[in-house]
Nanobody, 123 residues
């Protein structure tokens, strides 16, 4: 599966931003999907995941209650809605896919990665 992330940009703290990840390839909608991010000088952090049917989701502690992951399998697209972003959410955001069975919450379990999209949150 090939992944293309988009939607990054510069926002003010407290505004909203939605990232998209378009998947293409055979059976793209059958993959569990995830979002990971890497801030300057920090390790990569897995922030959200969603099962192939949207029935299960996972959020990292740092984004829980503010970010929402969703998907539209008719469009083969996964979204990350970022509400009330904070300056510490500034990072390059990557989408990822895996089909190991069961929603995975560690980025090491994801096989396919898209290019990143930069999100900058200013105070």
């Amino acid at each position: 599966v090939q992944l293309q992330a988009s939607g990054g940009g510069q926002v003010q703290a407290g505004d909203s931003l939605r990232l998209s990840c378009a998947a293409s390839g055979r059976a793209a909608s059958s993959y569990d999907m995830g979002w990971s991010r890497q801030a300057p000088g920090k390790e990569r952090e897995f922030v959200a995941g969603i099962s192939w049917d949207g029935g299960s989701t996972y959020y990292g502690r740092s984004v829980k209650g503010r970010f929402t992951v969703s998907r539209d399998n008719a469009k083969n697209t996964v979204y990350l809605q970022m509400n009330s972003p904070k300056p510490e959410d500034t990072a390059v955001y990557y989408c990822a896919a895996q089909r190991k069975g069961g929603l995975q919450v560690r980025e090491s379990q994801y096989d396919s990665w898209g290019q990143g999209t930069l999100v900058t949150v200013s105070s």
